[in-house]
């Protein structure tokens, strides 16, 4: 099946920088890659994602990369602020099953 | 997102007992799932449904028993309830009949077994 994983599991970064957060996947038929974002105590929402037919997506701060040849995404956050302090986690879909997901991120982004 | 609502939102029992999650959507979703979320474990997929009366096994589903009559409902039931089944359980659901479309969770239960 597949398998998802994800680097660094925390990350701390200073408000305004950039934020990177990684992901590989093992599974080749993998066609769809969301992001969730997780504040404490709450649902995981989505806030990007991305098909196997397009490089790069963005959204406002947001904007994820997918290399379908490396088998590798990735999740960038630009002018990072308090409010992106949170748990971020990717995930990987066939079309088979459900979604893989990764072991997630603690992201803290200090004023 | 109020269109996916799960409940209750905590639960204590003992080990043992029956236990039933519920989960209600009102998109008319055709694909729901049952996640549990545990420290350093992410969230790893428990069963799934395609649609009413298809349900299929995930990655954790020992212990874990579900049904789907109704398009809008999925029921999670531990049995027998166990100390390591303490976790967070999350529903989601998505409609996925043209392509892979995004997942929306409910807001969790969390349970504990004593």
């Known amino acids: 099946g597949e398998n998802v994983e994800q680097h660094p599991s925390t990350l701390s970064v200073q408000e305004g920088d950039s934020a990177v957060i990684k992901c590989t996947y093992s599974d080749s038929a993998s066609n769809y890659f969301p992001w969730y974002k997780q504040e404490l105590g709450k649902r995981p929402q989505l806030i990007i994602d991305?098909?196997?037919?397009?490089g790069e997506k963005k959204d406002q701060r947001i904007a994820v990369t997918l290399n379908k040849t490396a088998k590798h995404f990735s999740l960038h956050i630009t002018e990072t602020q308090p409010e992106d302090s949170a748990v971020y986690f990717c995930a990987a879909h066939t079309g088979r099953r459900a979604l893989t997901f990764g072991s997630g991120t603690r992201l803290q982004v200090q004023p | 997102d109020a269109g996916i609502t799960q409940s209750p939102r905590y639960k204590i029992t003992e080990t043992g007992r029956q236990v039933t999650l519920m989960c209600h959507q009102t998109w008319s979703h055709s694909y729901m799932f049952w996640y549990r979320q545990d420290l350093g474990h992410g969230l790893r997929l428990i069963y799934y449904s395609a649609a009413a009366d298809i349900t299929d096994k995930g990655e954790v589903p020992d212990g874990y028993v579900v049904s789907r009559s109704k398009t809008e409902n999925f029921p999670l039931t531990l049995e027998s309830a166990t100390r390591s089944q303490t976790s967070v359980y999350f529903c989601a659901s998505s409609e996925q009949r043209v392509s892979n479309q995004p997942q929306h969770f409910g807001d969790g239960t969390r349970l504990s077994i004593l």
């Open positions: 991305i098909r196997s037919n397009v």
